[in-house]
């Protein structure tokens, strides 16, 4: 892909973003200092405890909302102690299937299962577009203070590495990261 076109993708999946959550857009900013992470309007030291929720996979929606509701996977982030979320995504779900619902993904996918238990925890959900889906998780954690790193893990919807990188990668998907 030359420059200019990677640069032109940037910038749009830039803009999507923003549209998507202009609430939130720039609402915590922070900023360094020395070795300190620091909210800019206060300049108090933010300490990140955050913990990673995939939601970069076939699906491409956060995980386990098949099993329990959002508001209680939410509840237990916040009730860790946790307040800060690793959100993969993939480019794949603003470019490919972006107005694909995930009831839709669901049925192409033939999981069934997955589907009838997000029926029956989160039904709101099958409706929704992938980045629709993904902008109500953002806004749900945000709501209860949690930050969001809104991370761009693969292109397209699928695990991320080969197998001889798996153990590696592995590693830093299940890692929980607490500071000081």
Not at 43 to 68: D, I, T, Y
Not at 99 to 112: M, P, R
């Amino acid at each position: 892909m030359a420059k200019s076109s990677l640069r032109l993708l940037i910038i749009t999946l830039s803009i999507m973003l923003q549209a998507l959550f202009p609430s939130h857009s720039f609402s915590y900013p922070l900023s360094t200092n020395n070795r300190w992470i620091v909210e800019e309007k206060t300049g108090q030291h933010v300490k990140l405890r955050c913990a990673n929720w995939p939601s970069h996979m076939n699906v491409m929606l956060a995980e386990g909302l098949h099993k329990q509701t959002i508001s209680n996977i939410v509840n237990q982030i916040s009730s860790l102690g946790l307040n800060c979320i690793r959100l993969t995504w993939e480019t794949f779900m603003f470019t490919r299937y972006f107005d694909q619902t995930i009831s839709q993904s669901l049925d192409d996918l033939k999981l069934e299962g997955i589907k009838s238990g997000i029926m029956k925890y989160n039904p709101n959900f099958l409706s929704m577009t992938h980045p629709q889906a993904y902008a109500y998780v953002v806004n749900q954690l945000s709501d209860a203070n949690i930050m969001v790193v809104a991370d761009n893990h693969v292109s397209e919807p699928k695990w991320c590495c080969e197998d001889n990188e798996a153990m590696v990668s592995l590693g830093t998907q299940v890692l929980i990261l607490m500071s000081g």
